[in-house]
């Protein structure tokens, strides 16, 4: 019979070799059911698959004995509650619960969308070649083939998915006003407090120029049809065509970038036409990305930290870790627990709490690396079907002019 020396379990479950003897003593006093394995004057845990699931709930059950007498118990604000929706505060439950991540989309709500207009203020103000400089970039390069795109339509819808603050898009709604085609500008953001940035930027900008719409939206569940459907059913009168933008990193920052696609792909007419910039996967932007305001400050950035301000982690309770995971493909902001914490969460008469123990990782921001080949991939397996591509001159870039595919 095969079975475990004392070191392997101990080196496998975290756990010291007291522990191990412990085990076998109490199996051999009855206390424990576990199969054991003598071999001379020694005695071993053999290697069997009910030994396997055994060991498995001991370390689990005092993993929890463990955690409930030295977890640091935190308590939300009041102010989490009064800022997030019933379903919103669920699905943060849900992803603390079963992905260990807080959803990225949260953290631009109320001080949050300042915070991210701060750091656009900044990528803008630099000289060297960033998301934001590069999209005005790559949009300005390619403004005459889109505007081919366009000619034989009176008007164009443009539609802003994950709007932030708009800045990526002022120059193009400038030039879509100079040739009067601009009938409607559509913001979609799941921030209201991003919106009523966007808007006021919009106002601020065009003069009253530019009407604002500005709609709460999340790219993962919602479809934006509804906005359009009363163009898309004058269209033969108006002759009106939506340009749908997708820039920054809306979608190489979800879990499932499919699901956004989807989404996008599914709230789109025949004619409308989808632009997409993100970043590529490069050596470079494997090692850099910084997203506090000040270059090079290495603590958490305040676009990262909202839900755990609000959920009350001291920063004392965890490290961070920024870096590059070569098996998924994805640069990563997270945070590792040097205590074990228990969330207790209190909303409409209930409770619920979240346990994370000492040595868990959280997941505050994913950037998925993605070569332009692989987008291209991505877009086709989602029913797109590529016009046109460019990259900037470092290659980091890339703009991709997409229609829906027909049948």
Same mark, same amino acid.
């Given at each position: 019979m095969?079975?475990?020396k ?5 080196r !496998?479950?975290n756990v ?20 054991l ?6 005695t ?6 009910r030994?396997?699931a055994?060991?498995? !709930?001991? /370390? ?17 604000n ?7 929706? %019933? ?9 603390? +619960?079963?992905?260990?991540?807080i959803p990225? !989309?949260?953290? &631009? ?21 960033n ?6 970039k ?6 005459? &083939?889109?505007d081919s ?6 008007? /164009? ?14 120059d ?16 979609l ?9 966007? +808007?006021?930027?919009?106002k ?18 919602d ?7 009363? %163009?898309?059913?004058?269209? +033969?009168i ?12 809306t979608?190489?920052?979800?879990r499932?970038?499919d ?24 050596e470079? @932007?494997?090692?850099?990305?910084d ?6 400050? @290495? ?5 990262h930290r ?8 001291? %920063?004392s ?7 590059y995971?070569?098996?998924i ?24 709490? /979240?346990?994370l ?16 080949i692989?987008?291209?991939? !991505?877009?086709q ?8 591509? @460019? ?5 980091? &870039? ?10």
């Amino acid at each position: 019979m095969l079975y475990f020396k004392h070191s392997e379990l101990a080196r !496998q479950y975290n756990v010291s070799l007291r522990t191990v003897h412990n085990w076998i003593d109490a199996a051999k006093s009855g206390k424990l059911n576990l199969d054991l394995h003598p071999e001379g004057s020694k005695t071993y845990i053999a290697n069997t698959s009910r030994n396997l699931a055994a060991l498995a !709930q001991l /370390v689990e059950e005092r993993r929890k004995y463990r955690n409930t007498k030295a977890s640091k118990v935190v308590i939300p604000n009041p102010e989490f509650y009064q800022l997030f929706s %019933d379903e919103q505060v669920y699905d943060i439950i849900t992803n603390l +619960e079963i992905h260990h991540e807080i959803p990225r !989309q949260y953290n &631009y709500f109320d001080g949050g969308a300042k915070n991210w207009e701060w750091y656009i203020e900044r990528l803008a103000s630099e000289n060297t070649p960033n998301i934001l400089t590069s999209t005005i970039k790559l949009l300005a390069i390619n403004q005459n &083939y889109i505007d081919s795109l366009i000619d034989d339509y009176s008007q /164009v819808n443009v539609v802003d998915v994950g709007a932030g603050n708009a800045y990526p898009v002022k120059d193009f709604i400038a030039h879509m006003l100079k040739r009067k085609k601009l009938r409607r500008y559509i913001a979609l953001d799941i921030s209201p407090s991003m919106l009523k940035i966007a +808007e006021r930027n919009i106002k601020d900008w065009f003069k009253g120029k530019v009407p604002f719409e500005g709609y709460q939206y999340d790219v993962n569940y919602d479809r934006f049809s509804s906005l359009l459907i009363s %163009d898309y059913m004058k269209n +033969e009168i108006s002759n009106t065509v939506n340009l749908v933008l997708l820039f920054g990193g809306t979608l190489s920052n979800m879990r499932y970038p499919d699901s956004g696609l989807k989404m996008i792909h599914d709230s789109m007419g025949i004619h409308d036409i989808l632009i997409h910039a993100t970043k590529l996967d490069t050596e470079a @932007s494997r090692k850099y990305f910084d997203f506090n305001f000040k270059p090079g400050n @290495s603590t958490l950035s305040p676009n990262h930290r909202l839900i755990f301000d609000l959920l009350n982690i001291d %920063d004392s309770f965890y490290s961070i870790e920024m870096g590059y995971d070569s098996t998924i493909g994805q640069r990563f902001i997270r945070v590792r627990l040097k205590v074990a914490i228990a969330i207790r969460f209190t909303h409409n008469g209930g409770k619920r709490t /979240v346990s994370l123990n000492k040595g868990d990782a959280i997941l505050l921001w994913r950037g998925i690396q993605n070569t332009p080949i692989g987008i291209m991939s !991505q877009f086709q397996k989602n029913d797109f079907y590529l016009l046109h591509s @460019s990259q900037t001159d470092d290659q980091e &870039y890339l703009l991709t002019v997409s229609r829906v595919k027909r049948s």
